[in-house]
C-alpha cells in the first residue's frame, strides 16, 4: 500500500525528485563523492554538522548541495524504501518501495516532455 505521506515528501525536494526521476531510466546512479572542505563539514562533530546543515550560511570550498544531497536526501530516500544507497561504491539503486512511486514519476515525467514541446514550438 501506497504511503501518500512518504510518496509526496519524498517529491517535495526538487533534488529528490530530480534523482527518482533519473532513476527510472538509469539504474544504478552514480552519486559525486564528497572531497575536501565538504569531507571535513561532514566529518565534524555530529552537532556543528547538524547546526551547519541547518542554517543558511555557506563556508567557502563546501559543496552545499552535495553535502545535502549525502546526509539529507539520500538517506530520507533510502529510509523510505525508494532507494538503496551503496555509500562504500557511491552508488544509488532502486529501492524495494521504488515501484509505488513509478506512477508519480511517470506523470513528472511526462509534464517535462510536455513543457519542453511547448517550449519548442514557441
Known amino acids: 500500500m501506497i ?5 509526496f515528501d519524498a517529491l517535495a525536494d526538487s ?3 530530480q534523482l527518482l526521476v533519473e532513476l527510472v531510466t538509469h539504474n544504478p546512479y552514480h552519486v559525486p563523492e564528497l572531497s575536501g572542505k565538504s569531507q571535513e563539514i561532514a566529518n565534524a562533530d555530529e552537532n556543528l554538522f547538524q547546526q551547519h546543515l541547518s542554517s543558511s ?5 563546501v559543496d552545499e548541495e552535495l553535502l545535502r544531497l549525502h546526509h539529507v536526501h539520500l538517506p530520507k530516500l533510502a529510509d523510505y524504501g525508494f532507494i ?3 555509500r562504500d561504491a557511491h552508488v544509488v539503486t532502486k529501492g524495494p518501495r521504488f515501484d509505488e512511486m ?3 514519476l511517470e506523470l ?3 509534464q ?4 519542453t514541446v511547448v517550449l519548442l514550438r514557441e
Open 3 to 7: 504511503d501518500n505521506d512518504e510518496s
Open 108 to 110: 513528472l515525467i511526462d
Open 57 to 61: 550560511r555557506t563556508v567557502p570550498g
Open 15 to 17: 533534488r529528490r525528485r
Open 84 to 86: 538503496e544507497w551503496d
Open 102 to 104: 513509478r506512477p508519480l
Open 112 to 115: 517535462q516532455k510536455e513543457e
